[in-house]
């Protein structure tokens, strides 16, 4: 991508363990496992930051562990929409790029024209629900994008509103390399 910071995916995927071997991991009535949250460096295609949990800890919790990095991007799927958090992450001066939730519920404040191919709507919103607004209480930038390979619509928040929605986009099209990684990693 050529930013200053590095790019950053992080998701997380459960690991399978014996429950007669470790009781302690139990997260459904017969099934034991244990949680890798993993900070990946989408460039470099390596991880940079693990943070392993017992299988039933709810991936939001695992967020505020990221050492977070001035200038970084990073990049979450729709689990991860925990506007504390993110604010958080918009205070230490780094940028991120989160697939947003299908109920969320805001209003416009003012949207670009002329898009590019594939890109619906490119808007700054705020928040309506005012834990949502609490927790961001500052404006976003909505990006909703049609990907021809999956024919589906994604939408996506940033707190950057100077690249161009279809960096957006790609920058989320590369979180994709964590689940690579996972795949290796089972």
């Known amino acids: 991508f050529g930013f200053d910071g ?14 007669e071997v470790f009781e302690w991991a139990k997260f459904r009535k017969h099934k ?23 299988a039933s800890t709810h991936d939001i919790m695992a967020k505020p562990k990221i050492p977070y990095e001035k200038d970084a ?36 404040i003012s949207w670009k024209r002329r898009l590019p191919k594939n890109v619906l709507s490119d808007s700054t919103i ?9 927790d961001y209480p500052i404006p976003l930038r909505r990006v909703v994008y049609h990907d021809e390979e999956q ?10 509103f100077e690249l161009p929605a279809l960096v957006v986009a790609e920058l989320y099209r590369k979180r994709w390399s964590v689940e690579l990684f996972f795949k290796w990693l089972k």
């Open 6 to 19: 590095h790019v950053y995916a992080f998701d997380s995927t459960t690991i399978d363990l014996c429950l």
């Open 151 to 160: 024919d589906s619509e994604l939408v996506f928040l940033t707190n950057d």
């Open 73 to 108: 991007y990073y990049i979450f799927d729709i689990g991860y929409n925990d506007f504390s958090n993110l604010f958080n992450i918009k205070k230490i001066e780094a940028t991120f790029v989160v697939r947003a939730k299908k109920n969320l519920k805001f209003k416009q």
């Open 126 to 134: 705020e928040f309506t629900v005012y834990k949502s607004s609490k």
């Open 32 to 54: 034991g496992g244990i949680k890798v949250h993993t900070l990946y460096d989408v460039e470099a295609q390596v991880p940079a930051f693990f943070h392993i949990t017992t």
